[in-house]
T-cell receptor
Framework: EAAVTQSPRSKVAVTGGKVTLSCHQT?????MYWYRQDTGHGLRLIHY???????EKGDIPDGYKASRPSQENFSLILELASLSQTAVYFC?????????????FGSGTRLTVL | AQKVTQTQTSISVMEKTTVTMDCVYE???????LFWYKQTASGEIVFLIR??????ENATVGHYSLNFQKPKSSIGLIITATQIEDSAVYFC???????????????FGQGTSLSVVP
């Protein structure tokens, strides 16, 4: 069974502060993703990575940075947190099967920016 | 750019009946993959079923099946003999094929909330 672990499970941050969300996978998967979930918008891709030390922008990268220091770890960084970044964040990993691969999701991090 | 749209915000059905959830997609690619994921009340998101664009036969897994209508760019999820525990939010998603510059991206629809009542 695939295992993707996110930390913290929830966090309260202040506007303008720095927030780091962490993700760790033990699946030996090449691909990792950060999604944001807001009511009415489904899941939107922020950043993704297909190899260590390299990240790619997703559909809504503004205000976010990502870091992939190793195959197992993928972080999402909010340098200057804003109220609009209050959301639930999901990390996921997948193998590379040319598109057919499924994603394994973490349990999510609920971020509240005050 | 690829796009996935689920217009049904919420559906309520009686237990043991059949429900269909709609999804339409947009892509310029001739090869793509369509997925359905389920998010439970606890927030857990799990993969349910996949349809490859080059396959004519509809995918089936357990009591989940797909209604793939390629000319209409439509991929409906059908759940037969619904159970209370099928109550969840269902997301349609699409990934373009390896030849696409954005093939690494899985794009999701807005989700449909299903409530199965006794």
């Amino acid at each position: 069974e695939a295992a993707v672990t996110q930390s913290p499970r929830s966090k309260v941050a202040v506007t303008g502060g720095k927030v780091t969300l962490s993700c760790h996978q033990t699946n030996n998967h090449d691909y990792m993703y950060w999604y944001r979930q807001d009511t009415g918008h489904g899941l939107r891709l922020i950043h993704y990575s297909y190899v260590a030390d390299s990240t790619e922008k997703g559909d809504i990268p503004d205000g976010y940075k990502a870091s992939r220091p190793s195959q197992e770890n993928f972080s999402l960084i909010l340098e200057l947190a804003s109220l609009s970044q209050t959301a639930v964040y999901f990390c996921a990993s997948s193998d590379d099967w040319g598109g057919a691969q499924t994603l394994y999701f973490g349990s999510g991090t609920r971020l509240t920016v005050l | 750019a690829q796009k996935v749209t689920q217009t049904q915000t919420s559906i309520s059905v009686m237990e043991k009946t059949t429900v269909t959830m709609d999804c339409v997609y947009e892509t310029q690619d001739s090869s793509y993959f369509l997925f359905w994921y389920k998010q439970t009340a606890s927030g857990e998101i799990v993969f349910l079923i996949r349809q490859d664009s080059y396959k004519k036969e509809n995918a089936t897994v357990g009591h989940y099946s797909l209604n793939f209508q390629k000319p209409k760019s439509s991929i409906g999820l059908i759940i037969t003999a619904t159970q209370i525990e099928d109550s969840a939010v269902y997301f349609c998603a699409m990934r373009e094929g390896w030849a696409s510059s954005s093939f690494s991206k899985l794009v999701f629809g807005q989700g449909t909330s299903l409530s199965v009542v006794p």
